[in-house]
């Protein structure tokens, strides 16, 4: 298949990446180029690595979480309560995670087909979210954890996310999608 994404769409990703942040690049990179055959449309990275900086700044206007898959692995300090009984005094299970939209493509549609890509075994994604906006729409793509981290350590750190949600109002609340 295609190669359809040069390095330098995976928006702020280190020059000289760990191993482990090389794989789970390149393991999204697969997914993607198996989308964008599907959907015979181009695809357009808008977000990837996300430092700590970053993710407070993005506060201000968004609701971003704070075991990120955007985080590829690097050590965050886990401020919330809750976190930190999870995850203990540092989040570093972090995966992988792209933001992505099609200017030529209703979102609605690509994310339907990314399901059914998951469904039908082409694409081993681990969270697929629709996040539509007043101004904008995106869907955030992952790396499956069950692929880096064992199910049952992911289990009973509460490590393991829903596959397939949908956001109306900027990450501040997610239903399935059905």
Known sequence: MKNYFKDSEFKNFPASPTPAQFYLRENLRLHLNCIRHHIKSPIIITDCFRTLAKYKAMKKNYNPSA?????WQQVIPTARQKDRIRYGKYFTYSVGAVDFYTPKLDMEKVFKMVMELFHDQAIDIGQAILETGKYSQWIHLSNNRTGIYDYNFLQRIGGLKQR??????NGKSYRLAA
């Open 67 to 71: 075991t990120s898959d955007h985080f």
């Open 164 to 169: 397939f949600l949908i956001s109306d109002d």
